[in-house]
């Protein structure tokens, strides 16, 4: 995404431009839909699921439609959606369970579809015991089309990288975020504090 194009739909539609150009007016999978903040945003066109059966109840009572499933085995058929959407996800998953994580994804995802990635960046990966490893923009690049990664795949899923987006710091505040993305996509920081990857389906 452009500068350009990030200011213009940020100002159109006073939301986070990404979710607006990938992720606005299509069916949405959510996964690690947690309390459901995310679904609630587009309840008709985004479906949620989650390991943890009280959460997916809570979302259940907000009047989501939430499912308890295994990021790791998503019980829908063939290309059910338009993208998938997964928030501070796949830090949590050994190199082995991200791999079939996005080929997962890759399987239900429509063609043209995309896989709506946020994950912290190296610096800020190693706070909490859950986190297993980080991946930045490279480790997606790395499995996508390297023979190296064999080992962690039968072959690469039908994904490309489609846009990247690091992140100096995050504010509660959405337009300091929204002016601090900006200032980010102008001079990309070297060693961000997170990063907003995006897949396409081929």
Known sequence: MTFIEYLRLGLRHRRNPHLVKYLVGRRVLDVGCGAGDFMA????NTVGIDLDPVLVEHCRSR??????MSALS?????????AVHAAQLIEHFAPADAARFIAETARVLRPGGHLYLTTPGVRNVWGTFSHIRPYPPMAFVKLLSSRTENYLREAPPALEVACVHGH??????????????????LLPPGDPIGWT?????K
């Open 63 to 68: 009047g989501l439609n939430a499912q308890c």
């Open 41 to 44: 945003r587009d309840p008709a």
């Open 197 to 201: 990857i995006i897949l396409r389906k």
């Open 168 to 185: 100096r710091r995050y504010y509660a505040n959405a337009t300091v975020s929204f002016l601090a993305a900006a200032i980010d996509l």
């Open 74 to 82: 998503l019980e829908f058929p063939d290309e059910s959606f338009d």
